[in-house]
Structure formats: C-alpha cells, structure tokens
C-alpha cells in the first residue's frame, strides 16, 4: 500500500517558468511533509518541508504548499533554472522517527 | 554536510556471498537509517536504529541485518545477498538542534550489484 504517491513520474519545464511537483498521501496521520532533490549519484539533499499547521512553506523560489482535506501537497519552483533538473522526492512522517517517501518525479529543465 | 561516509561505494558481488556495508557519521547523531533506491519504487527503508544496540525494521527488511555497536557506525548486513538486492542503497541520520524536526540528511549512496 503506497501511502505516498506521485503519480507523474516525469516532467519537462522551460527554463524560466514555474515547475509544479504533486504528491498525494493516504494517512492523515502525517503530520510533517518535505520534499528532497536528488542528482544522479548523489544522495537525496533536503530541499523544504512543512508542518501539518501550514498550509504554505516559502524559501526562496520554493514553495510548498499543502491541502490537509485533499491530503495533497505540491512544490513550486519559480522560476525554473537549468540546475533544476533533477528527480524530486516527497516524504512525510508522523511519530518523529520515520520517513514515507514518494517514488520520485524527474523534472527536466529546457533551456 | 552531515558528516556521512558510506563505504564501500561500489561493489559487485555473488548470488549467495555475505556483503556488508558501512555508514559512518562524525556528529553524534542518535537516529540513523538504512534504505535502497530502485526505479519506480523510489526510497524504502530496510532498518533503522535510534541508539547503540537499538534497531528496529523497515518495510523491506527481509534479508537484511543491521548492527550498531558504536554511535557513529551502522552496518547493514546482507547475509546471502539474492540478484533482488542489486540496487543502491543510502544512509540517513536525523539532526536535531536547529533543523526542522524529522529531516534527515543522506550519504553518497552505495551501488551494490549481485550477479
């Protein structure tokens, strides 16, 4: 039962727009959500996350933001930057202890 | 930078041979955790620990074994390793202090290959 979901696997952007990533959950336990990005052969870097407060996290030309009654949550980059390009993983949690992630969106910047 | 090593990085074994790999941090972390990456499945996590001598399984654990006799090291151990293995798997601590709460921070990653 995958309790993290997103559903598009991939994504293309031109360079300079904005880039929406989607996650969908079924436990309405979680009470924290982040978003990683990971290059290839690299580990996953922490990117933002938000508490189950929040319905808006902003750090620089990130958003996130979540719908608790939809149990959805998006990561908006803006604007798209070729260094961009990388798969993007959401994860949640509740309990403090464990992390649930998604099977990851590749987003390509076009230039 | 958290602090973590993953040794080896690459490695290609055998169907039946033990394998053992190593997650090493510098920062005293309490919480750390082991998980393999594979297409389409994204990260699932095999075990974790939560002190010296604590650990407790993932979702994927069959197969696995961990240990955590010191602070900065956990293993994890294939006691058999099975072609279902090959993957690339990837330490996590949590940190504490002024990160978010429940962020973890991940290693380099290990590619593992079993013929």
């Known amino acids: 039962d995958q309790q993290v979901k997103q559903n598009s696997p991939s994504l293309s952007v031109q360079e300079g727009r904005i880039s929406i990533l989607n996650c969908d959950y079924t436990n309405s336990m979680f009470d924290y959500f982040l978003w990683y990005k990971k290059y290839p052969a690299e580990g996953p870097t922490f990117l933002i996350s938000?508490?189950?407060?929040?319905d808006k996290n902003e750090d620089g030309r990130f958003t996130v933001f979540l719908n608790k009654s939809a149990k959805h949550l998006s990561l908006h980059i803006v604007p798209s930057q070729p260094g961009d390009s990388a798969v993007y993983f959401c994860a949640a949690s509740f309990g403090n202890e464990k992390l649930t992630f998604g099977t990851g969106t590749r987003l390509t910047i076009i230039p | 930078d958290a602090g973590i090593t993953q040794s080896p990085r690459h490695k290609v074994t055998e169907t039946g041979t033990p394998v053992t790999l190593r997650c090493h941090q510098t920062?005293?972390?309490?919480?750390m955790y082991w998980y393999r990456q594979d297409p389409g499945h994204g990260l699932r996590l095999i075990h974790y620990s939560y002190g010296v001598k604590d650990t407790d399984k993932g979702e994927v654990s069959d197969g696995y074994s961990v240990s955590r006799s010191k602070t900065e090291d956990f293993l994890l151990t294939l006691e058999s390793a099975t072609s279902s293995q090959t993957s690339v798997y990837f330490c996590a601590i949590k940190m504490g202090g002024g990160s978010p709460p429940d962020t973890q921070y991940f290693g380099p990653g290990t590619r593992l290959t079993v013929l």
């Open positions: 920062e005293n972390h309490r919480y």
């Open positions: 938000i508490s189950s407060i929040k």
